[in-house]
């Protein structure tokens, strides 16, 4: 098993640290083709990586916080993280036909 952290941003990646989570690898793109069952992957993916995450077996782990509208598109430091409410949520992403 293999714990993977997903984030460019140096906030959420310091956040991570000062909140314990540990992780093998920390990287700024992913590539969902290297999930192995067993794996954990963390950070705030699009829905379709996140399904084919969980299809591969592996388990998604969502950085959620509650970010006000008017601080969107701000690089967040740690500290804004933790006072938006950050928290790793899990979740299980199945990709469905459209019919």
């Known amino acids: 098993m293999t714990a993977v952290f997903i984030s460019r941003h140096p ?9 314990g989570i540990s992780v093998d690898r920390q990287v700024t ?22 399904a084919r995450v969980c299809q591969r077996g592996g388990r998604y782990l ?7 509208p008017d601080w969107r598109g ?6 804004d993280l933790r006072r938006f409410g950050a928290r790793l949520e899990s979740y299980q ?3 469905l036909p459209l019919n």
């Open 74 to 79: 701000r690089e967040l430091s740690a500290a």
């Open 62 to 68: 969502h950085l959620s916080l509650e970010l006000p």
């Open 11 to 19: 906030g959420a990646r310091e956040w991570a640290a000062e909140e």
């Open 29 to 50: 793109h992913f590539d969902p083709e290297t999930v192995q069952p067993g794996d954990v992957v963390i950070g705030t993916l699009p829905v379709h990586l996140a």
């Open 93 to 95: 992403v199945t990709l």
